[in-house]
């Protein structure tokens, strides 16, 4: 895949931003942004997203997770899995999880960042199918995260 020059998504109130393919694709979304293939190409309906929450003082990453993929929309969602990892110099969560949306097979990876008050979710989402296809835009994502230091 070509990176360059390439795009970047920005969560801008999180001070968080990734590298993003150059023709993807940006929205805001609730509580972040979402960069996405362009129309009518293979990665369509492969997303990257920021998405930044607040929660309460005793909350842990597991239950922010579990919180967010035990929606009714989201089917038969598998657990997640997690483990600690490096996303750009920010240690994290990361996590898998295989589900199931509008009867699509899906795959999510990502990483929770603790980045005080929020806890901060960059994770890539794509069709079970062409998973391994573009797997690699958020390889880079975690490669090339940014985080805009506390001050």
Same mark, same amino acid.
Request: glycine share 8%; with cysteine.
């Given at each position: 895949?070509?990176?360059?020059?390439? $795009?970047?998504?920005?969560?801008?109130? %999180?001070?968080?931003?990734?590298?993003?393919?150059?023709?993807?694709?940006?929205? /805001?979304?609730?509580?972040?942004?979402?960069? $996405?293939?362009?129309?009518?190409?293979?990665? !369509? =309906?492969?997303?990257?997203?920021?998405?930044?929450?607040?929660? %309460?003082?005793?909350? *842990? #990453?597991?239950?922010?997770? *579990?919180?967010? !993929?035990?929606?009714?929309?989201? $089917?038969?969602?598998?657990?997640? *899995? =997690?483990?600690?990892?490096?996303?750009?110099? &920010?240690?994290?969560?990361? !996590?898998?999880?295989?589900?199931?949306?509008?009867?699509?097979? *899906?795959?999510?990876? $990502?990483?929770?960042?603790?980045?005080?008050? =929020? &806890?901060?979710? &960059?994770? #890539?989402?794509?069709?079970?199918?062409? =998973?391994?296809?573009?797997?690699?835009? #958020?390889? /880079?994502?975690?490669?090339?995260? !940014?985080?805009?230091?506390?001050?």
């Amino acid at each position: 895949m070509q990176w360059l020059p390439e $795009g970047w998504l920005l969560h801008e109130e %999180a001070g968080v931003a990734v590298a993003v393919p150059p023709n993807w694709h940006t929205q /805001r979304a609730t509580t972040g942004v979402v960069a $996405g293939g362009e129309e009518g190409s293979p990665a !369509y =309906y492969t997303t990257l997203a920021i998405q930044a929450v607040r929660p %309460a003082p005793n909350a *842990r #990453f597991a239950d922010i997770l *579990r919180a967010a !993929y035990e929606h009714p929309a989201i $089917g038969d969602s598998m657990p997640p *899995r =997690y483990e600690p990892c490096v996303a750009g110099d &920010v240690l994290g969560l990361c !996590y898998s999880i295989e589900m199931t949306v509008f009867a699509e097979p *899906r795959r999510r990876l $990502g990483v929770l960042l603790d980045l005080a008050p =929020y &806890v901060v979710d &960059v994770s #890539f989402t794509a069709p079970a199918a062409d =998973y391994a296809d573009h797997v690699d835009v #958020f390889e /880079r994502a975690l490669a090339t995260l !940014y985080v805009e230091p506390a001050g």
